[in-house]
């Protein structure tokens, strides 16, 4: 079946800091990829998709490359700011038959930009 | 702007009292997802409408259903709430295809007592 898998967290940082959050897949096919965020008290925001190989997704300084080969879809940021705090999902989108366009989720990287 | 807007932000029900959960969007999308995240978790989807059409997980409790009068409201209704229902629930929008990425509301928590 699908799966994403990520880096583990928590991740701390200190403002300005590189940030990478690496993210692998298990999926038949191509799948489309995503980076989502969650704020603190607040729903999914999509961050960034990628849809096939070699695609470059980039929003707000933060990008991901769909790489086929190694089947990643690592989330890089080049500093960070306090703002950036948040909870970053990676995830998969490929169709379980039908209309249903699945996302799979991976577990979530809770990120912390200190000051 | 466009959006996808829950309410209410914050629910409590007690145990076994039914409670309904509003979503709305203005994107015109023709596919609305309901999501539940319990604590540290990824989402979990309960069900999906693709535009009438309601298509269930096989592993969403039947105590979970849903209502989708129009386009632009979709409703989740947990008939008997349990203390394991506590968790946030999250509205997702998107239009049909695989690559165009879903749009979440801002959820609702809901909390039983």
């Known amino acids: 079946g699908n799966s994403v898998t990520q880096m583990e967290g928590p991740v701390t940082l200190s403002e300005e800091a590189f940030l990478t959050i690496n993210c692998t897949y298990t999926a038949t096919g191509y799948p489309s990829l995503f980076w989502y965020v969650q704020y603190p008290g607040e729903g999914l925001q999509l961050l960034l998709k990628a849809t096939k190989a070699d695609d470059k997704g980039s929003n707000k300084g933060f990008e991901a490359t769909y790489r086929k080969e190694t089947t990643s879809f690592h989330l890089e940021k080049g500093s960070v700011q306090v703002s950036d705090s948040a909870v970053y999902f990676c995830?998969?989108?490929?169709?379980?038959?039908?209309?249903?366009?699945?996302?799979?989720f991976g577990k979530g990287t809770l990120l912390t930009v200190n000051p | 702007d466009a959006m996808v807007i829950q309410n209410p932000r914050y629910q409590v029900t007690q145990f076994g009292k039914p409670v309904t959960l509003s979503c709305s969007q203005t994107l015109n999308h023709n596919v609305m997802y309901w999501y539940q995240q319990k604590s540290s978790q990824a989402p979990k989807l309960l069900f999906h409408?693709?535009?009438?059409?309601?298509?269930n997980e096989a592993d969403t409790p039947d105590n979970f259903q849903s209502r989708r009068p129009n386009t632009s409201f979709c409703f989740l209704d947990i008939r008997s709430p349990g203390l394991g229902d506590a968790a946030m629930y999250l509205c997702?929008?998107?239009?049909?295809?695989?690559?165009?990425?879903?749009?979440f509301g801002p959820g609702t928590r809901l909390t039983v007592t």
């Open positions: 997702a929008t998107s239009r049909s295809g695989m690559g165009t990425g879903k749009y």
């Open positions: 995830a998969l989108s490929r169709n379980s038959g039908g209309s249903n366009y699945k996302l799979t």
């Open positions: 409408y693709y535009d009438k059409d309601f298509n």
